[in-house]
């Protein structure tokens, strides 16, 4: 069968747009700096020590829904079938429902200190465990979608955390499922999605407002549900080369945490408005929820241990 995406260009394992060589000296010059202690206990060992890469294991294992504590989600599209796999609480309320997320794991413990390791202190050394915590939430969130293909769209990484890091993290995972064949049958890579501009929060040019890059330099975080919404709304835009080239195509949005899902709102209406087909989003944590929506929240966790 041909492969409609055959047509559209790869991602490829550009990283992101580092050169692969300043990576690599990047990677090699935290490895020689950084002690050698476990991110999650602290103690002397490997970046990772086996008790915390077993907890790690067991708090992603098992991937759940996590739109439920999200208040900035897009709606679900009306269009989309009724699956997304795992089985979220809400799928027969009808009516407002919020676009499905499957996440790994919460947001918290272990996996937040590896996470924020991997993202914040140059720890890509633990890229192979967030890497099959993702991984696991693909595969589950693609079994509830129709067979049909599936293109895998991360959530842009801006320019400036780029230079920042050397690395994009969540590039990183991805590119390395696909290196290693893990990537869900059926769906493929790409990046269609960029930010409208890389340098500064939304459409304001720095050369007018200098001091507005400089004052939202701290990105999402510290920012509510509302100013989230604000600093994302109309920041992204469709990659020349994929324009008019993703109607009717499946897509599933990537994130490395959902917090209020304002950026993943902006990717997916980027993406609807380019007429494609969004049924749903993965995560590889996602935050717990506000105080209030607590109930929702424990149910899928008691449902989470009650599998299996
Ligand atoms: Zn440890």
């Known amino acids: 069968m041909a492969h409609p995406f055959r047509a559209l260009p790869d991602a490829g394992g550009r990283n992101g747009g580092v050169p692969a060589a300043a990576g690599r000296a990047l990677r090699g010059f935290w490895a020689l700096i950084l002690p050698t202690s476990c991110v999650g206990c602290g103690r002397h060992d490997s970046s990772l020590c086996r008790p915390c890469r077993r907890a790690f294991r067991r708090a992603t294992v098992r991937p759940f829904r996590a739109e439920a504590g999200a208040g900035s989600l897009p709606l679900r599209d009306p269009a989309a079938p009724q699956t997304g796999a795992p089985p979220g609480a809400d799928d027969a309320d009808g009516g407002f429902e919020p676009l499905p997320v499957v996440a790994a794991g919460i947001y918290g413990g272990v996996v937040a200190r590896a ?33 049909d293909p599936c ?35 059926g769906s493929r890579l790409a990046r269609p999605v960029a930010h409208r501009h890389p340098g500064v929060r939304t459409g304001v040019r720095p050369a007018l407002m ?18 989230r919404q604000e600093n994302v709304a109309g920041s992204m835009r469709i990659r020349r080369r994929y324009r008019g080239r993703l109607g009717g195509v499946q897509c599933l949005v990537v994130d490395d945490v959902l917090t209020t899902g304002a950026t993943l709102a902006e990717v997916v209406r980027t993406l609807r408005a380019e007429g494609a087909a969004v049924a749903c989003a993965v995560v590889l944590a996602a935050t717990p929820p506000p105080s209030g929506t607590e109930s929702a929240y424990s149910e899928f966790r008691r449902n989470r241990r009650g599998e299996g």
């Open 210 to 227: 200098p001091w507005f890059s400089s004052a939202r330099r701290g990105g999402q975080k510290g920012l509510g549900r509302r100013g």
């Open 115 to 147: 996470l924020l390791a991997f993202k914040n202190a140059g720890h890509t050394d633990l890229a192979r465990p967030l890497a099959a915590a993702l991984g696991g939430a693909l595969l589950a969130a693609r079994a509830g979608l129709p067979a």
């Open 151 to 185: 293109l895998l769209v991360p959530v842009p990484t801006r320019g400036r955390s780029l230079r920042r890091r050397g690395y994009d993290p969540l590039g990183l995972l991805l590119d390395g499922l696909r290196r290693r064949g893990e990537l869900p049958a």
